[in-house]
Each structure stands twice: as C-alpha cells, then as structure tokens.
C-alpha cells in the first residue's frame, strides 16, 4: 500500500511538472482511484501527451527511397555454414589475420602497436589511431569486425568468393583491413 502511494505521489509531481506553467486551467487529480489509462486520458485533454495518431503518422509518413545497392543482400539461409565448418573457416581467418599483422608490426613505427588474441578475439591496438576486434560470432555464423575507422561490420561466408563479405556493401573483409591499415598507418599490407 505504503509503495503504491509513493508512486502516485511520484506521478502527481511528474505530471505537474509537464503541465504548462502558463496555464491556469492545470487540474490536479486526486491518484488514489485514478487507473493508468484515465491518466493517460487526462493528459492528452490538458495537452500534456500528443495524440495517439501523432505516433503512427510521423513513423508512416517518412518515405525511404533506398535503392537495392544501398539495401543488405537478402540471406541464403541454404548457404549458412554448419557450426564445424564456420569454426574451421574463421578460426582460420583470424589466425591468418594475426600472423600477417604481427609481421606488419615489425615493418610500421606506431607507438602503442600491440596485438592481443584470446577467447576468440583478436584486438589490435593501434595507440591513438584507434582500435580494431575481430571476433567470431557462432550463432549467426559470422565475423564480426569493430574499426576505428569504418564502424562495426559483419561479414558472412561467401561460397563463391571462398570469402568473408560484408552484405551491406559487398566490401571483402581483407580488402577493408588493407585499405583502412595502410591509410592509417601508410604501410601497404597484402592479407590475402
């Protein structure tokens, strides 16, 4: 009971704070019997909430002229990878990954270069240029890849490729480590 008047209490004040302070019309209802939708109710007559229609107009109204290329590809779910061969291809890339950018280390001068591997992460540390993770994610059967210069992305298995793309874009994900690495670091680096 006790916690049941404070929330009313709670709600009192809320909703004086939302009533317009020019107003001398504000009506103060006693919340003891008032149920939610009276409330509610209440506060769209005084003009304190916008009417229910004004929800579903403006997220209807917006018009969104995308065109196919700017739209994700649609998945094949017939093309996922079963969880052994997802495993073996992206255990494969993150490890081919690692050991290219541990030489590449030795050929670049970026104070804070480090690279770390554990758990399935691979974290490449950059020092003020930025962070990369790439990092496997099992239930959706892809490699996910968090870059200080592109944002997150997600690439799946391209069986003809023999590829991991990003479906956005179609952007391969060495193809972007190699770009965005060497405009960062200005050392060309072949991953592929």
Partial sequence: ????????????????????SSSSSTHVVPFLS?????????????????????????????????????????????????????HRLADSTIHSVQ????????????????????????????????TYVLNKQTPNRQLWLSSPLSGPSRFDWDRDTKAWIYRRNKANLYKILEGELEQLCGKAIVLS
């Fill in 1 to 20: 009971m006790a916690s049941k008047l404070v929330l009313q209490r709670r709600l009192l004040r809320f909703l004086q704070l939302l009533a317009p």
């Fill in 34 to 86: 008032v149920k939610a939708s009276e409330c509610t109710s209440l506060c769209r007559k005084n003009s304190l909430l916008p009417s229910r229609s004004y929800y579903s107009r403006n997220l209807s109204s917006g018009s969104f002229n995308l065109d196919e290329s700017q739209a994700p590809l649609a998945v094949d779910y017939r093309s996922l990878l079963d969880e052994s061969e997802f």
């Fill in 99 to 130: 050991e290219k950018l541990e030489d590449y280390g030795d050929l670049v001068e970026v104070d804070g270069f480090d690279i770390d591997y554990g758990n399935d992460v691979l974290t490449v540390k950059l020092g003020d240029l930025g």
